[in-house]
């Protein structure tokens, strides 16, 4: 959460809209990779009204936060309320171990 909070820091209303839309259910698709570096996030946010989305990309350095972040919402260029809301939702939904697990891989014949 210091994360988004970092990033929306001279934007608080924009924080306070997005945690507002992301309680209200406008993120509707989400896609996490963590095989890019930086790793990107990708989504589509629900504008107020809901009658309109908006294509959302988030690139996280993991070990240094958020780099880059862009929407097609006409404020999209800043810090939009969109941006934020993908990023709670990824927060309390996405975790980086997103990822087939190592013991879900059948075994080879011979037991290995």
């Known amino acids: 959460m210091t994360m988004i909070h970092n990033f929306c820091i001279d934007h608080p209303k ?12 406008h993120v509707v698709e989400v896609r996490f990779d963590s095989d890019f570096k930086p790793a990107v996030l990708t989504g589509k946010v629900m504008a107020s009204m809901k009658n309109k ?7 996280i350095d993991l070990d240094g936060g958020i780099v880059d972040a862009t929407c097609q919402c006409p404020r999209g260029q800043v810090i939009c309320h969109h941006m934020a809301a993908l ?26």
């Not at 927060?91 to 059948?106: E, G, L, R």
């Open 87 to 112: 990023c709670i939702h990824a927060y309390h939904n996405v975790s980086f171990t997103d990822k087939a697990c190592q013991w879900n891989i059948p075994k080879r014949a011979g037991g290995r």
């Open 53 to 59: 989305s908006y294509n959302v990309e988030i690139c």
């Open 14 to 25: 924009q924080l306070e809209r997005g945690e507002n839309a992301y309680a209200s259910g």
